[in-house]
């Protein structure tokens, strides 16, 4: 535990992963691609879900749930979904093992096989589409405004713990419309959801912008989303938005009688985040001495160390804590104090660092006795001896002050890597240092395509606020309309 | 929606199954034994989730995740774990699909086949102590207390819903420990959790118990047990509570050092509930005309319903119920005005009835002018006309008076159904119409296979509060200690 981190600047991707390992977040589990969440990154995801799940229900969103199983022929009803999909997906061909006839363990039961196999579900659009056929008769069946949180599977070849694995946790929006508008409001609507999450909880700054053709969602007819900034300068896609037109609902033969009684297929959204946003919230913040989290996401924001030569003196101090405990915890600020007789000080001290809890409080005999106590900020890793009274209103400036300051941060990280070039010379040279480059593109797939062969960087976006402005695509020197974003992602 | 369910007593099973769909709990989906757990079914399930979610951090545990897939290996490391779960899992064997050569869809590309077979958990003692063997080296590394929310998958040949489905919700809590007892005292903890959650808040009377041998767990040393009793007198296990010994240790080779530095391998509990509650929740108290909910675990507690004949009497009857839903919000009553004006008031009534809704408050033109309300409770079907002004704590008594009726009532239900018989003959006369049966039994395989064999009941558990009392085993005489509850059980 005592062991250094590689730092960022040796070595970043190196960094990443002892970071995760040393938190205690997550880890490899020996079956390929799979993680375990350690309880530490659980309660950050707990803290992300159930922020999520308010703002989902506060519009209008129910939960439900539907089958980890897609029968293997609904993956081929949309014809771009199950290019996009098919190839990475886990098959289940058989229900029965047995016991190997030679002694040796159990087998599959070749007797056991499937009439069709079971794929489990990469995304859930075809087997949520196949029910909602019937559950929609007419206008007033609209609209569905369904979110499920679950598990999915995707057969990654490269996998990093929560970047990307192999299973992985999310939550699926699927809803079902009327109209063409109402469809594309609510994915705007989902989109605005994640970008307000995204800042004002993981003080995360976003882009909001829309895919290009190449890079939409497997059976969208537009996909919106949100990209972040990572400290190696490399983009980060932290939630996307679909509208999918009326693709699913042809494919799975879904119509509604309107107030006429005139019969139309139904309009469709998806919209998901999963824990890769735990990779965003580590990689947007954090330092080489680890993890440092938002408060606002943060499972422990305040922990309370005493530091003592004998009962008493740890008797004295527990008193103060305990009483900070109740008053801190009525206040929704969550505390705890370790008093761990089998860890030093030292120890805790690094532990907490590398934890990421926003505000560390200690205290000693001299503390004590002249009514203080040390306030250590995690983000600014700076400490000051303040008086113990009242403290409670100066933790909540605190804590505050860091939320704030983490956003800052990072939004002043992206101003200062966000670039305007003009030439593919300059684009080029500059791109492998990392950054957001918002460029003139042609609009067409070949540029974008020779762009990524050569360079590994891709459009994000095209960005919501897109400026008009004449210009010239870097690359074939066509008219463009207005600039596009660049980066090398993850 | 208006037509009405199949009476229990005429066809208890039909009556379940119209119940689940009319109160638009859940539905069967395409994927055979996989069901679709709808919004209102789901919005139950959170609730319980929730609270029992609270009542495992309360007792010092922590929630991760660990993977879906279980190599096929992991599974035959403990010999008695592996007889039970094999025969029922879905198996992955491939990870790509392909275009099928002919053009007719999709197919299971051969060339994508696993080194070793996964399995979709059916439960995750496995892939859970094969990572506690990493976390674990001394005693300062123990307890380990975590609890898992997660899907899991058991091949099931007939399935219901909730009941019995491939694909169900639960959780499963993994504890290690360094001591035999005080392994034992968590099994027993969490028994007495889940007790209490049946109890006062999902109204249901449970007993607690330990299986035989024949019924433990596979993998357990001591499998407690709760035990509920259905409307139509057959018994619903609830929730286990595993006492797992060493044998997972073992199998998993997982030691650690005592104080003293000494070896040894770490003692086990597991336990969960499930989906299955919903099953035991809905035939514990519905009735004829639909569900009927504790108002603890109800999404919805109170519903109003506005009675009008034009635009005026409407706005000023939802003024009046808006400004209740306001004050019922701040005392954390959840209050639903259903102002849909497609739907006639006939119509509402039935909806809300089916969906077990606890408290129902109607108000029309006359009601207004008088400054009156009407309340219907739902599990008394009474309803009376009372005062709108003050109604706020009237609906905390009712909603706190339903709660502890329907404990009653089953309490009482489960009282005129709990059996004393001493012999075969008379057990054989009277298991057919159900409950539960306390009699004496010599301990033995042998007779509780007779019995299951000849009657279908088997023994529930033998109680916690099993009471001595020198007796003879109703099948063969032999001497007994005490007696146990038989009962057909789901």
Redesign the interface.
Known sequence: MSQKLTSRSEDYSKWYNELVNKADLA?H???RG??????YG??IW?KMRDVLDVKFKETGH????????????Y??KEASH?EGF??????????????APDGS??V?DPSAKLEE????RPTSET?IW??YKNWIQSY?DLPIL?NQW??V?R?EMRTRLFLRTT?F?WQEGHTAHATKQEAMDEADQMLHVYADFAENYMAMPVLLGRKTESERFAGAEDTLCIEALMQDGKALQAGTSHFLGQNFAKAFDVKFADKEGKLDHVWATSWGVSTRLMGALIMTHSDDEGLVLPPSLAPIQVVGIPIYRNDDELNAISDKFITLGKSLKSLGISFKFDNDD?RRQGWKFAEYESKGVPIRLAMGPRDLENGNVELARRDLKTKEIVAFDGIESMIQQVLAAIQQNLLQRSKDFRTNNTFIVDTYEEFKEKIDAGGFFMAHWDGTNETEEKIKNETQATIRCIPLDFVNEEGKCMVTGAPSKGRVVFAKAY
Chains 1, 2 share one sequence.
């Open positions: 880890e589990s020996d079956v799979c993680m375990i969440i350690k309880p659980y309660a707990e129910q939960n439900a749930y539907f089958p980890l199983f897609i029968p293997k022929s993956l081929s199950v098919a190839k990475e997906c886990a098959v289940v061909t058989h229900y029965r093992l047995m016991n363990g159990v599959v196999e079971l794929i489990i087997i196949n029910s007033r369904i679950a598990n599977v057969w299973e946790l089998n």
